[in-house]
T-cell receptor
């Protein structure tokens, strides 16, 4: 199994500013993912963070708004840029191990409020 | 398109009783993995149980078991001897074995345990 540390756990930000969320895994993983989750709702995949190359974004999410870095196999960041109140949400980091049948592991999430 | 459907937004169970959460999925793949995740108010997603599609035997983990019906594309979770700590949001998830690494999540079922 893998343990994922995500920070900050919560933040309140002014509109127009940016926030970078960090995700650290305690072991090397093949895949890292970033999700957005509205309270009480399901997870929406923002992008897959690829080590050494650009992230792969899902429909409706763009790099300019959600730049992602993954400099190595254990670390990734997600930046929420030029924030508006609509960006208020929970952001979750997830990772998948190297085995075929491994599950996804999750960080504790970041609760973001934009005012 | 691969979709996961949880038709019960909310469920409740009396402490020590048994409850079953429903999940159906749609896929054209023959080999895949299915998961149930628990998300308590702390937001930490925790794996409850995993099922490989090629295995006919239903997975069990202590008080948690699944009823996997591959032909019907159904994957329900049974919680026996429910405890107060079981109260959480439960998400069913699907991942294809070979075509990509993305996890597909259902909309979740909020479980309340009544003392």
């Amino acid at each position: 199994s893998a343990v994922i540390s995500q920070k900050p756990s919560r933040d309140i930000c002014q509109r127009g500013t940016s926030l970078t969320i960090q995700c650290q895994v305690d072991s090397q993983v093949t895949m890292m993912f970033w999700y957005r989750q509205q309270p009480g709702q399901s997870l929406t995949l923002i992008a897959t963070a690829n080590q050494g190359s650009e992230a792969t974004y899902e429909s409706g999410f763009v790099i300019d708004k959600f730049p992602i870095s993954r400099p190595n196999l254990t670390f990734s960041t997600l930046t929420v840029s030029n924030m508006s109140p609509e960006d208020s949400s929970i952001y979750l980091c997830s990772a998948k191990g190297t085995g075929m049948n491994t599950e996804a592991f999750f960080g504790q999430g970041t609760r973001l409020t934009v005012v | 398109a691969q979709t996961v459907t949880q038709s019960q937004p909310e469920m409740s169970v009396q402490e020590a009783e048994t409850v079953t959460l429903s999940c159906t999925y749609d896929t054209s793949e023959s080999d895949y993995y299915l998961f149930w995740y628990k998300q308590p108010p702390s937001r930490q997603m925790i794996l409850v149980i995993r099922q490989e599609a090629y295995k006919q035997q239903n997975a069990t983990e202590n008080r948690f078991s699944v009823n996997f019906q591959k032909a019907a594309k159904s994957f329900s979770l049974k919680i026996s001897d429910s405890q107060l700590g079981d109260a959480a949001m439960y998400f069913c998830a699907y991942r294809p074995a070979y075509t990509g690494n993305q996890f597909y999540f259902g909309t979740g079922t909020s479980l309340t345990v009544i003392p």
